[in-house]
């Protein structure tokens, strides 16, 4: 059974991929963009549970709800403070086109938040498990983050905040739905498995189109253009008489 914890040890799969996530970081440009999308998936995450506060008819939770989206609020602004730090140092030149987005993704998968409609059950469920997700990520990421000491501690400071989510969400699940709390987080967990795996399909259709398209364009392009080539040496250069046939007057439209 899940229970709060003071800290989040950081998933074997997100361990497996920290080499990937320092290449990732290390890139100064790299860092800038991703900070800057972390911060826009931070305060958009602040205003579904904001939006999640105003439907929720728990008192308790509402409350919560509202310091939580205050902490999301906050930490869009932290990463957009230090993305524009680095800009000022660094001004960036290009976007790489290489982000690593479904590798290092902006922390919660909050982005997937549908406030209207949800039990309070189900809304925890899907909050504690995003909260755990960003708590193993952000644990990775200020790991890697030796080269970058102001990014770190701000990684630091916001995983403090997304530790305290991860357990007020399972706390307060087990006290609304003490007897089924297990089930929704089940269920939960399933949609983002679901939700995880389309994400990557979506990655491997785009590589697997554009390797298609590359092929298309080296095979079946150059007969097209032979054959052109060809047509194109047997027509008769300059102008060409017209038959007497098609010469007559033009006295219709068409
Ligand atoms: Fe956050
Ligand atoms: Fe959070």
Redesign the pocket.
């Known amino acids: 059974m899940d229970s709060p914890r003071s800290h989040e040890r950081p998933t074997a799969f997100d361990r497996m991929l920290a080499p990937v996530h320092r290449w990732i970081w290390r890139n100064a440009e790299r860092r800038v963009q991703k900070l800057l999308r972390f911060g826009a998936t931070?305060t958009d995450?602040g205003r579904d549970i904001l939006r999640a506060a105003e439907v929720t008819s728990d008192p308790l939770l509402r409350r919560l709800y509202l310091e939580?989206a205050i902490?999301?609020f906050r930490?869009g602004v932290l990463f957009r403070r230090r993305a524009a730090a680095l800009l000022s140092v660094s001004p960036s030149r290009s976007n790489p086109s290489f982000q690593g987005d479904w590798l290092a993704p902006g922390?919660?998968g909050?982005d997937d938040l549908q406030a209207d409609g949800e039990s309070d059950d189900a809304m925890l469920a899907f909050l504690h498990l995003?909260?755990k997700a960003?708590a193993s990520r952000f644990t990775v990421y200020r790991d890697v983050m030796q080269h970058d000491p102001p990014t770190r501690a701000i990684f630091e400071e916001?995983l403090h905040?997304?530790t305290f989510?991860?357990n007020y969400t399972l706390t307060q699940l087990a006290r609304v739905a003490p007897r089924r709390h297990r089930r929704h987080l089940w269920r939960a967990r399933l949609s983002r498995l679901w939700k995880g795996y389309l994400r990557l399909a979506t990655a491997l259709a785009g590589i697997l189109g554009s390797i298609i398209l590359t092929i298309q364009y080296f095979i079946m392009l150059p007969p097209f253009a032979w054959l052109a080539k060809r047509a194109e040496r047997r027509e008769h250069a300059g102008w060409t008489p017209v038959s007497p046939e098609r010469n007559g007057s033009l006295d219709r439209q068409y």
């Open positions: 931070e995450g939580h902490d999301e930490h922390g919660h909050l995003s909260e960003a916001i905040d997304e989510h991860m």
